[in-house]
């Protein structure tokens, strides 16, 4: 493997984009941040709430944006963006994942009570437990099924409520620095449909007595929006502060529980307390990337924060090598109960998944050569 001398991004990242001085992709754009026009980006924002609030009038719409939210940073940061400081009405829709933490409960109902009407779409659990399954043994992926409703959600309701405009959060394509993907990188979020996760399409999931009819809160009616001129924007695109760092510590003030202070980070796979608050299905998740792909969560958390110049590289080598991939047999055990499989049959799914910068010295594996060791 080979990683970002400037973070510690692996090569492996699937989409990942390399210059020649092995700088990656997201490590450029953040140097590019610093030359972007950030107050004509503003302009540019203002123009689409006039052009909303206009439109919310035509439509006789009484929202004039909706936000999908998970209650995380992201989703309280773009709440209250969206609220405060454009001056746009509201209406929050949450995809509650099924099996929701504590806190995912306790962080959706205080962006609730900070003053927003709010809808939740939650698919069927029985459906939803039949898709997680299939994802797990097809993809060894159990979270894939779940992206599709957290993301259709904000667009049905925009479609169904006549809601001109859609905030979305983060791009994949600026952030993580994957320029391969069919994802533009600028503020278009209406082709999200075309990102890795969700490219292979709901319509996979039919069969198994599972229907069209039972995938309604899978899927938007992408032709309906464009043809009702719905616009869809990224928010990092137009927000200069928009970061993780950022929008962990600007939730917090805003009153988002985030894990506990004494969370041992080999049972989460990382030290970031912040993310991923609602689901337990993310550590089991990103011990499988960890085997696939060589890197995992604290990965992802460790370049945030030195990108931010929160810790340093050497720093943040010593977390990835201390953390990353490793997850809790409870957390394991809990995702088999849940899918109705034994802990060996997950085990054997995951290895065969196993990508080649592993190596098997004496039954354990170990990366050929990992980060701490260049
Ligand atoms: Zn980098």
Request: proline fraction near 3%; charged fraction near 30%; hydrophobic fraction near 35%.
């Amino acid at each position: 493997m080979k990683y970002c001398k400037k973070c510690v991004q692996p090569d492996t990242r699937p989409g990942i984009y390399f210059n020649e001085d092995r700088i990656c992709g997201a490590c450029l754009y953040e140097e590019e941040k610093k030359n972007i026009d950030w107050s004509s980006r503003e302009k540019e924002l203002r123009e689409i709430v006039t052009w909303a609030k206009q439109k919310a009038e035509e439509n006789k719409s009484n929202y004039e944006c909706v936000i999908g939210v998970s209650g995380g940073k992201d989703s309280t940061f773009q709440a209250l963006y969206a609220r405060d400081r454009l001056g746009l009405r509201v209406l929050l829709v949450s995809g509650e994942p099924d099996g929701i933490t504590e806190f995912g409960k306790k962080n959706i109902e205080n962006l609730k009570q900070l003053g927003f009407d709010c809808i939740t779409l939650r698919p069927n659990p029985k459906i939803i437990k039949k898709l997680i399954r299939k994802d797990f043994f097809e993809f060894v992926n159990p979270v894939k099924v779940t992206e599709f409703s957290l993301w259709a959600s904000a667009y049905i309701i925009a479609d169904k409520f006549n809601i001109p405009l859609v905030i979305q959060g983060e791009n994949d394509a600026l952030t993580l620095g994957v320029k391969k993907t069919a994802l533009k990188d600028n503020d278009d979020a209406l082709d999200i449909n075309k990102s890795d996760t969700l490219a292979s399409g709901w319509s996979r999931y039919l069969g198994n007595e599972v229907t069209e009819k039972d995938l309604f809160m899978f899927k938007y009616d992408e032709e309906s929006i464009r043809r009702k001129q719905i616009r869809a924007i990224w928010l990092q695109y137009y927000a200069k502060e928009w970061s993780q760092p950022h929008n962990g510590e600007f939730a917090i003030k805003h009153g988002l529980t985030t894990r506990p202070k004494d969370t041992d980070p080999a049972e989460i796979g990382t030290y970031g307390l912040y993310y991923s608050l609602d689901s337990d299905l993310t550590p089991v998740n990103q011990l499988l990337k960890h085997i696939k792909f060589g890197f995992g969560l604290c990965t992802d958390h460790a370049c945030y924060d030195v990108r931010e110049g929160k810790i340093t590289r050497e720093e943040a080598i010593e977390l990835v090598k201390k953390y990353d991939g490793k997850c809790s047999y409870k957390l394991i055990k809990n995702f088999c109960d849940y899918i109705g499989i034994t802990v060996d049959e997950f085990w054997k799914t995951a290895e065969s998944v196993r990508g080649d910068m592993w190596e098997n010295k004496n039954g354990n594996w170990s990366l050929k050569d990992p980060i701490w060791e260049k």
